[in-house]
């Protein structure tokens, strides 16, 4: 499935849509000087409660992990190059490599042009029709499908605690949980983590500088998550089924579930004077900001 997350974080993503940080996850010129409405990121936690998503806001030269609403606040973005993470812990951000930008802009306005037409439509319906708590369930049955991925991960970055947990929290919300649809793990003292995936992997074993890349329905990634794809993807329960028109359905479906789930950036989108730039860097320094806390996590 999260060989298909870039698939939904792509078409989805508007144009930028996902991350081949995902089953295969995770790309100009720099912002103008003056004053630009803030960037919210756009990438949604596939694992974590349905909510709304996180997404960090650039304030000034710095990324404050912070929640949607409060997103609406204007900021000073200056060279990219002179970007910091502020989560934790502060780190310097190298700047953007982007030497494909003409074909990356050319697929950014092909997937924009698919989501605006396609995705973003059904997304509105589904969330009109679908009730709240039928949604909640949904997001946390794709949350928990998306486990294996995460503890393979966080395993092979040297984390094996973090790995035994995320174990136990699948094992019990796929049982007692009913698949996943709801979460007694968080309750049994196993609360859910940051997802990791295998670009992630390949940047804490010192792949940490790759070009951005925007490919047909996938979105927004770098070179080193696309090729990271190969290795998250047999991890996904949904590559299992055999049946073609149930995992199909379960795809799509989960497509449907992560896009709504963005609408809320809608607004700062168009309120962006390029929108590619306002992508890119969003999910970029968003990207940074996750393999930071990888990171951080193996120091711990």
Known sequence: MRAFHPL??????????????????????AFATEEKPAVAMVAVSVVG?????????LQGPVITAEPIT??????????????????????????????????????????DAADRFVLRPVAIGYKKIMPEPVQTGIS???ANLGMPVTLVNQALQGRPHDAA??????????????????????????????????????????????????????????????????????????????????????????????????LPIDQFRREALDDYLFIRNAWMQRRHHQIQESARDDRD
């Open 70 to 111: 409060q997103v609406g606040r204007r900021a000073n973005i200056e060279d990219d190059s002179q970007t910091e993470l502020n989560a934790g812990d502060s780190g310097y951000q190298a700047p953007i490599h982007d030497p494909w930008e003409s074909f990356n802009r050319r697929v950014h306005s092909f997937n």
């Open 165 to 262: 947990k995320s174990l136990g929290r699948f094992a019990i919300n796929t049982t007692l949980g009913i698949a996943g649809v709801f979460d007694p793990a968080s309750r049994f003292g196993l609360p859910k983590r940051n997802d990791e995936d295998f670009g992630q992997t390949l940047a804490t074993w010192g792949w940490s500088d790759s070009r951005y890349l925007v490919l047909p329905l996938l979105g927004p990634r770098t070179v080193r998550d696309t090729l990271a794809i190969v290795g998250d993807q047999p991890l996904s329960p949904i590559t299992q089924i055999h049946h073609s028109g149930t995992a199909s359905g379960l795809q799509a479906l989960e497509i449907v579930d992560m896009r709504t789930r963005l």
């Open 140 to 142: 946390r049955f794709f």
């Open 49 to 57: 409660e349905p909510a709304t998503p996180e997404m960090p806001v």
């Open 8 to 29: 939904l974080l792509t078409a989805f993503m508007l144009g930028t849509s996902a991350c081949a940080s995902n089953a295969a996850n995770h790309p100009i010129t």
